[in-house]
């Protein structure tokens, strides 16, 4: 599928100086071949290749981070490991609340950066790149004090009590310290991306991703239990929870330095100029009009998943509820230890799913940067088959994957817990995962597709209506009305994501997209 040696992207423009830049978006583009940046003169494959690859390659750090972290928690002493994996995994949503954050503001800059580079307007870009990264700082600053204040809310939505609230409310105050710079970081990140460059943002997540690791395990005092070996801790801070927060801020903040000093230094036709970091109103409404329905889009899914974890409480709390009923006689059980560890069944679950969705999102990723810059240069019709071309190689990896969990959810699940609530539950949740993979392919390509060019208001009123008009109600459907349990629950998150692919499907073959000016 990659073998597309034939369908030129671009072509090598003269030298220019920026003050020419601006005359050659005067000029018109006869051929609709990408302007400038680091796609010029490369195949559709190749083109693919050098997106997809470093994000994909990023996006398993990324998601390896969270599997140790769930580890570490594993790792803990008995007597705490089922509440700190409960409130670590709840804390996990706070993490995904981050990217939906960060994201709004990124895809408003990469949808810009994108169409100019793809005509060969760098001023245009640097300007949007420059009001993206100061919109961030700030934006990060707000999301830390949304954490102090609604930190306690979170335990009490999610239904967790006791130690497990505690936990949560510790990791969320601990990670509030980190968003400004984790706000650079990420749409540093996503702004590089529009301009054709992932290479050294996946350098950058990788050297984040081992100050995470390594610093969450020195300061945890947890055991990381790997396959064939235990690294004991013998650091003696045993900050527990608290540890493993602190080990993803750091982290968060050498990431935040290093995409800004890149930034500054420059990549080819793009560099952050201090002097377009100051608020322009003009540019700033044109980021924002592209990232407001795309974060709204991921307050939706988030605010969607929340609810998935209250009816999850909802079962904790019958399931205890029964148990102490039925011991009542001989009053074995003073506290409603039956509904501990569904929460983390459930993120342990949703631990192993993310993995499948990555190769997804790195070639939605490649979708998105290829289709806006194909835009940008005018040619629609190479703008639409880079995003079937993805969506095929997507459907074929994440097929693969599924595979996977339904084969093997015993053996994944025992690398994260052998708690027997989990080994009973996990398996179950991956092979219903592992079924609808194909469709989740096509949504995260798609998704990422339209976002990219800038269609945003579109795939926000699609997945709000997808959550609440149908995950929502099966959810509470089958998985308590139906007393299916959290078994239930996942059968309607599964079922919802193949009719989202739908949907995101007909936007797309509707065409409307290709008329959206950002």
Not at 194 to 208: K, N, S, Y
Not at 266 to 284: C, H
Request: hydrophobic share 55%; proline share 3%.
């Amino acid at each position: 599928m990659l073998a597309l040696a034939g369908l030129a992207i671009g072509r090598n423009p003269r030298m220019m100086d920026e003050e020419a830049s601006s005359k050659e978006e005067q000029a018109p583009i006869e051929d609709g071949q990408i302007q400038s940046g680091a796609l010029v003169g490369r195949s559709l494959g190749a083109g693919i290749l050098i997106l997809g690859l470093p994000v994909l390659l990023q996006q398993i750090l990324g998601a390896t981070v969270g599997l140790i972290d769930k580890m570490l928690a594993g790792g803990l002493s008995e007597d705490v490991v089922l509440p700190a994996m409960d409130g670590l995994g709840v804390g996990s949503y706070v993490g995904w609340f981050v990217g939906i954050a960060m994201g709004g503001l990124g895809i408003g800059g990469q949808a810009i950066i994108s169409r100019a580079i793809g005509r060969g307007d760098v001023q245009e870009a640097e300007h949007a790149l420059g009001q993206a990264m100061g919109l961030s700082v700030l934006w990060g600053g707000l999301v830390a004090v949304l954490f102090w204040i609604f930190a306690p809310s979170l335990a009490s939505l999610c239904g967790l009590s006791g130690a497990a609230a505690d936990y949560l409310v510790e990791y969320v105050h601990v990670l509030a310290y980190s968003m400004p710079f984790c706000g650079m970081m990420m749409v540093g990140a996503m702004c590089l991306i529009g301009a054709g460059e992932t290479m050294r943002p996946a350098i950058i997540a990788v050297v984040v991703n081992l100050v995470n690791v390594a610093s969450s395990w020195v300061l945890s005092g947890a055991d990381l239990r790997l396959p064939g070996v235990v690294l004991t801790d013998q650091f003696g801070f045993d900050l527990d929870v608290a540890g493993i927060a602190a080990g993803t801020a750091f982290g968060y903040g050498v990431g935040g330095l290093l995409t800004l000093g890149l930034l500054v230094r420059g990549v080819r036709d793009l560099r952050l100029r201090l002097s377009l970091v100051r608020p322009v109103r003009g540019m700033i409404a044109r980021v924002m009009r592209v990232g407001i329905p795309n974060f709204l889009e991921g307050v939706s899914m988030w605010s969607a998943n929340l609810g998935i974890l209250a009816m999850i409480g909802v079962i904790a709390g019958r399931e205890a509820r029964q148990a102490v009923t039925a011991a009542s006689g001989a009053g074995a059980l003073s506290e409603p230890t039956a509904g501990e560890g569904l929460a983390g069944a459930h993120i342990i679950a949703v631990q192993w799913e993310s993995f499948s969705f990555l190769p997804g999102f790195a070639i939605g990723t490649a979708a998105a940067a290829l289709a806006g810059q194909f835009l940008g240069a005018g040619n629609v019709a190479m703008a639409r088959r880079a995003v079937y071309v993805c969506t095929a190689i997507a459907v074929v990896m994440m097929g693969l994957l599924g595979v996977v969990y339904m084969l093997f959810g015993q053996p994944l699940t025992e690398l994260i817990s052998t708690q027997t609530k989990h080994l009973g539950l996990v398996p179950q949740l991956l092979f219903i995962c592992g079924i609808t993979q194909v469709f989740f392919a096509v949504t995260m390509v798609m998704r990422q597709a339209l976002r990219g060019v800038g269609d945003t208001v579109w795939t926000f009123t699609i997945t709000t209506f997808s959550c609440y008009g149908i995950r929502l109600p099966a959810a509470w459907l089958l998985g308590i009305v139906f007393d299916m349990g959290l078994v239930g629950i996942w059968i309607a998150l599964c079922g919802e994501l193949a009719v989202r692919a739908g949907l995101f499907l007909l936007r797309f073959l509707h065409g409307g997209w290709a008329m959206r000016k950002v």
